[in-house]
């Protein structure tokens, strides 16, 4: 009994010591950062800024691999089917992990069971921008057009299920207005429409249009934020105009297949946090319009908890299917 004893003793210190320096010695290969969508884009674009300022910490590269598909969902798959040893993380939208869940009846994964947040990478707000020529100069113009025809005026969006998509629908919810939904295959085509006059609306991030609403392409008529937007200090928030729960953010994070170890997580999650706020990281995505958050995990999953079931309601209200 004392020789079993002995050999299950150390057995266990055996098996105690070989995870911590597992973890110890990680990465000891290459990390494959999936990205669920085209090269270009934002997903990818913040991916490869922030891995290649990792790079020098791990001392091993950090590869991008592009599985555009389906508003993320064929790379969130294929991630959420990893080996969870840390080698394997993913780079994705708001679509991805927030949205996806409430309009993909059969969304091959789970955010919140096959995934483990790392970090919320960063995040822009979005804003209310018309065509140049739309006789509605401020948002309770706009309103009260809506009102008077309901169902005419076009909100274009870059897709089904985008959060510009799902912005116009909580804007026409909390305001009680309705429009018509025009979805494009990309943020690029609704905005060309929009500023040649073939839409009349849009909710698109505040990055991607500030210098069309500088050079008067577009017209800015409210942010979706806490606060107003330093760059346009004239134009108000919705709180600001009397309506209440407009505030809505495209964001990015970082996360990892379900069960990685704990040591491995919190090196992933510290050396992606690191690199966002490494100083010519965070200009460079400031330039993009975007603010850095890179928050800890469970600040993290807690912030992705309540945005699928914010999300969730408002398909639900506004009885969103893919197809629309």
Do not use: C
Request: no cysteine; glycine share 8%.
């Amino acid at each position: 009994m004392n020789m079993f004893r002995t050999a299950l003793t150390g057995a266990l210190m055996a098996a105690a010591l070989t995870v911590p320096a597992f973890a110890q010695d990680y990465p000891a290969k290459a990390v494959t950062v999936i990205v669920p969508f085209s090269p270009g884009g934002a997903s990818d674009t913040i991916a490869r800024v922030t891995t290649q300022t990792m790079q020098a910490t791990f001392g091993q590269p950090l590869v991008v691999e592009n599985k555009p598909g389906a508003n993320g969902a064929v790379g969130a798959a294929q991630v959420s089917r990893a080996r969870p040893d840390g080698y394997t993380i993913m780079q994705a939208s708001i679509g991805t992990y927030g949205i996806n869940p409430a309009l993909q009846a059969d969304l091959p994964y789970d955010p919140r069971t096959d995934l483990e947040m790392l970090t919320i990478a960063v995040r822009t707000p979005n804003v209310l921008v018309t065509r140049p020529t739309l006789e509605a100069a401020t948002v309770p113009d706009l309103i009260a057009a809506l009102k008077a025809e309901p169902d005419t005026m076009l909100f274009a969006s870059s897709g089904t299920g985008s959060s510009d998509h799902l912005t116009s629908e909580l804007f026409w919810q909390v305001t009680g207005t309705s429009g018509i939904h025009v979805p494009y295959k990309g943020g690029g085509p609704a905005q060309t429409d929009l500023m040649g006059g073939h839409a009349d609306v849009s909710f698109q991030n505040l990055g991607a249009v500030a210098g069309f609403v500088r050079d008067g392409k577009m017209k800015m008529l409210a942010v979706a934020a806490d606060e107003r937007s330093p760059e346009f200090p004239d134009v108000p928030t919705f709180k600001e105009l009397g309506i209440e729960g407009m505030e809505v953010y495209s964001w990015q994070a970082f996360s990892a297949p379900k069960g990685v170890d704990p040591a491995i997580k919190e090196k992933l999650a510290t050396a992606i946090t690191a690199a966002l706020k490494t100083p010519g990281v965070t200009e460079q995505l400031n330039g993009m319009g975007f603010e850095v958050l890179a928050n800890t995990p469970a600040e993290a999953d807690a912030f992705v908890a309540k945005e699928i079931d914010r999300w969730a309601q408002v398909v639900k209200a506004g009885d969103i299917k893919p197809s629309e």
